[in-house]
C-alpha cells in the first residue's frame, strides 16, 4: 500500500475521491475481497485443502479464528496485497481493516451466543456468531454458505446466505479429519497432501 501510494498506483487515487470516501470505498472493497477469497478457497480444488484446516477444528471457539495452514496464510497475504495495490488505499487503511478482520473473526469464531431476536437483527447487516457457525458444520451445503467476515451483505447479494433451521450443527469439523490427531506443527504442515478421507 505504501510503495502504491508513492507511485500514485490504483483505483481510487485515480478517481480522486475525498478521504473519507477512499476509506468508506476501500474497506468495502477490501471485505469483498476477503468475501471472495473464502469463496475460492472452498471452490477451487487445490485450495480446499489448505483452508480444510480451519475447519477442521471439532470445537469451535475464538482458538478456530487461528487455525490456518502457513501456505493459507502466505496466499491470503499476497491477495491482500495485489488488492492493496489495484485500489492504490493508505496504509492506515490496510491496517484498519486486518484489525477488523482479525477482532470479527475471533467474534464470529467464539462460542457465544447473543439472544436470538438480537441475533436475527444484527445479521441483516452484520455476520453473528450464530450466522457463522452454520458455515462450520460438517454438511458441504452448509460449509458452501456464509462465507462472510464483517457483513452478511454479500452473502445476500451473491446468494450464500443461509438461515439454518437449526442455528446450531449437530457436529463441527471435516467428515473423516480428526483434528485431535496428534502430531503437532509438522502434522499441521502436511495436512494440505494428505487425501482427504
Same mark, same amino acid.
Given at each position: 500500500?505504501?510503495?502504491?501510494? %508513492?507511485?500514485?498506483?490504483?483505483?481510487?487515487? &485515480? $478517481? *480522486?475521491? =475525498?478521504?473519507?470516501? @477512499?476509506? !468508506?470505498?476501500?474497506?468495502?472493497?477490501?471485505?469483498?475481497?476477503?468475501?471472495?477469497?473464502?469463496?475460492?478457497?472452498?471452490?477451487?480444488?487445490?485450495?480446499?485443502?489448505?483452508?480444510?484446516?480451519?475447519?477442521?477444528?471439532?470445537?469451535?471457539?475464538?482458538?478456530?479464528?487461528?487455525?490456518?495452514?502457513?501456505?493459507?496464510?502466505?496466499?491470503?497475504? %499476497?491477495?491482500?496485497?495485489?488488492?492493496?495495490? &489495484? $485500489? *492504490?488505499? =493508505?496504509?492506515?487503511? @490496510?491496517? !484498519?481493516?486486518?484489525?477488523?478482520?482479525?477482532?470479527?473473526?475471533?467474534?464470529?469464531?467464539?462460542?457465544?451466543?447473543?439472544?436470538?431476536?438480537?441475533?436475527?437483527?444484527?445479521?441483516?447487516?452484520?455476520?453473528?456468531?450464530?450466522?457463522?457457525?452454520?458455515?462450520?458444520?460438517?454438511?458441504?451445503?452448509?460449509?458452501?454458505?456464509?462465507?462472510?467476515?464483517?457483513?452478511?451483505?454479500?452473502?445476500?447479494?451473491?446468494?450464500?446466505?443461509?438461515?439454518?433451521?437449526?442455528?446450531?450443527?449437530?457436529?463441527?469439523?471435516?467428515?473423516?479429519?480428526?483434528?485431535?490427531?496428534?502430531?503437532?506443527?509438522?502434522?499441521?504442515?502436511?495436512?494440505?497432501?494428505?487425501?482427504?478421507?
Amino acid at each position: 500500500a505504501a510503495w502504491a501510494q %508513492a507511485h500514485g498506483i490504483g483505483l481510487l487515487p &485515480a $478517481l *480522486g475521491l =475525498p478521504s473519507w470516501a @477512499v476509506w !468508506a470505498v476501500g474497506l468495502a472493497a477490501f471485505d469483498l475481497a476477503i468475501y471472495l477469497q473464502h469463496r475460492a478457497l472452498h471452490a477451487v480444488a487445490w485450495l480446499w485443502p489448505l483452508h480444510r484446516m480451519h475447519h477442521s477444528d471439532v470445537t469451535l471457539d475464538a482458538t478456530s479464528a487461528l487455525r490456518f495452514h502457513p501456505l493459507e496464510m502466505l496466499l491470503s497475504l %499476497a491477495w491482500k496485497a495485489a488488492v492493496a495495490v &489495484a $485500489l *492504490g488505499v =493508505p496504509p492506515a487503511l @490496510v491496517l !484498519a481493516f486486518e484489525a477488523l478482520l482479525s477482532s470479527f473473526a475471533l467474534m464470529t469464531h467464539a462460542n457465544l451466543a447473543l439472544p436470538p431476536r438480537l441475533d436475527r437483527a444484527l445479521r441483516w447487516v452484520f455476520v453473528t456468531p450464530a450466522m457463522h457457525r452454520v458455515h462450520h458444520g460438517t454438511a458441504p451445503d452448509e460449509q458452501c454458505s456464509n462465507y462472510g467476515f464483517h457483513v452478511s451483505v454479500w452473502d445476500r447479494l451473491f446468494g450464500s446466505y443461509v438461515e439454518a433451521a437449526h442455528e446450531q450443527p449437530q457436529r463441527f469439523g471435516v467428515i473423516g479429519i480428526d483434528a485431535q490427531r496428534a502430531g503437532g506443527f509438522l502434522s499441521l504442515l502436511r495436512e494440505p497432501f494428505r487425501r482427504e478421507r
